[in-house]
């Protein structure tokens, strides 16, 4: 896409400013227009054959989700950008971009829950089985690829427990069984870890979390390579899948703030982290940034930054116990997702989904999201927290 900024400087918080912006899509305007469109009217009807015109359908794209798909591929380094309605389809729409019926596909066992369900329910209906793999497998995974695996799926760190994966040394295995990488990257962000950088082939984000940041918005985005664009963006069409334009427009708008948002709720996340660590209530702190943390080294080697959200293992803890801990917390709310300005809460409950490296908690798992509240505010509820449910057993 041609960009104003051409020999401009580079750094990512500069980049994220004005990525996307084309002057000959959406005129002089900071903000692109939100198009609401289903109907695009011809000139003629000789335009109306394929590449007659820039915009023919709604569902084809507008002004608004090119200025988003731009955003994003810029940050990505990609080679195209598809947007899809939540985290989840892209999700699904990158896996059925690569696989189909009688192809295998190798999953890390802490991916996202319903990602597992996905491929254990929709993709296997379809004859495409998964292998969960242990995420601490590194080049090991060699082992379990068979005649037909088409695709190793990557999350790091993982959902709940925070494993660090080594993407690279995971996409050489793959590139050299002929398979492709596909990375959930929503934990990092594209400002901190970039995928297709690192060897994976697509690269998916929750928009919804960190990209949106304002807990309002569901998206999803794909970014992938020039070896695996083709396919994405037939099968995106195919599906017939569009991202809302309000969304799009309040996703592009939540990007420009990234930057400090990240930073922001990386040092406010690794302080509140630190003070866990030193209270006698909590045996772990699940958190890659963290010195001391098993994929700490992965950690340094291959990202910039993290978010401001880890797991808490409360040390003995009954459920029971860490759920009065979470209701007696006043700052966080107690609610799904995360990437938004606000501290969140809930409850880890792995069962049903790790089958082949089981998580030995010792206590009760609990995730935090540390938001743009002052850290010192989070810590003073955080130990009054404590404090309510000290008796209990
Ligand atoms: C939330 C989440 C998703 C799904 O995003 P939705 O927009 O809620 O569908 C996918 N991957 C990860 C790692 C997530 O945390």
């Not at 901190?192 to 950088?197: A, G, I, N, R």
């Not at 990386?266 to 209270?279: D, I, P």
């Not at 990202?303 to 401001?308: D, I, V």
Request: proline share 6%; net charge negative.
């Amino acid at each position: 896409m041609s960009s104003p900024d051409e020999g401009a400087p580079r750094r990512p918080a500069t980049r994220l400013v004005r990525a996307g912006r084309d002057g000959d899509l959406t005129g002089p305007f900071v903000n692109p227009p939100v198009v609401h469109a289903s109907t695009v009217l011809f000139e003629t009807v000789e335009a109306m054959r394929p590449g007659g015109q820039r915009w023919t359908y709604g569902r084809q794209g507008t002004p608004t989700t090119a200025a988003l798909e731009g955003a994003v591929a810029e940050l990505e380094e990609a080679e195209g950008v598809v947007l899809c309605p939540s985290g989840l389809s892209a999700i699904s729409t990158a896996l059925l971009s690569v696989l189909s019926a009688g192809d295998h596909l190798l999953m890390a066992d802490s991916v996202y829950g319903p990602a597992r369900r996905l491929v254990d329910t929709t993709l296997a209906r379809l004859g495409i089985r998964t292998t969960f793999y242990d995420p601490r497998i590194g080049v090991g995974i060699a082992d379990l690829f068979e005649e037909r695996t088409r695709a190793v799926y990557v999350e790091s760190p993982g959902s709940y427990t925070f494993e660090m994966q080594d993407v690279p040394a995971l996409a050489a295995v793959a590139h050299e069984r002929g398979a492709v990488l596909v990375a959930d990257n929503t934990w990092a962000t594209p400002l901190f870890f970039k995928p297709l950088v690192a060897g994976a082939d697509l690269s998916i984000q929750a928009g919804t979390k960190y990209l949106g940041g304002h807990s309002d918005v569901m998206i999803g985005t794909i970014a992938a390579n020039a070896r695996a664009f083709g396919k994405l963006r037939e099968t995106h069409q195919a599906l017939g899948l569009t991202a809302a334009p309000d969304d799009v427009y309040l996703t592009l708008r939540g990007m420009r703030t990234l930057a400090v948002r990240m930073e922001r709720q990386m040092r406010s996340g690794l302080e509140v982290a630190c003070w866990l660590q030193g209270r006698p209530e909590v045996a772990r702190v699940l958190h890659p940034a963290l010195p001391g943390d098993p994929g700490h080294a992965l950690w340094r080697r291959d990202m910039t930054g993290a978010s401001g959200l880890f797991g808490v293992v409360l040390n003995g803890w009954s459920d029971g116990k860490a759920a009065a801990f979470l209701e007696a917390l006043s700052l966080f709310g107690i609610g799904y997702s995360w990437g938004g300005f606000e501290s969140l809460a809930v409850p880890a409950r792995l069962a049903g989904l790790r089958t082949v490296a089981p998580f030995e908690a010792g206590g009760a798992l609990v995730r935090l999201h540390i938001g743009l509240e002052d850290p010192a505010d989070l810590i003073e509820d955080l130990e009054a927290g404590f404090a309510r449910v000290g008796n209990l057993s």
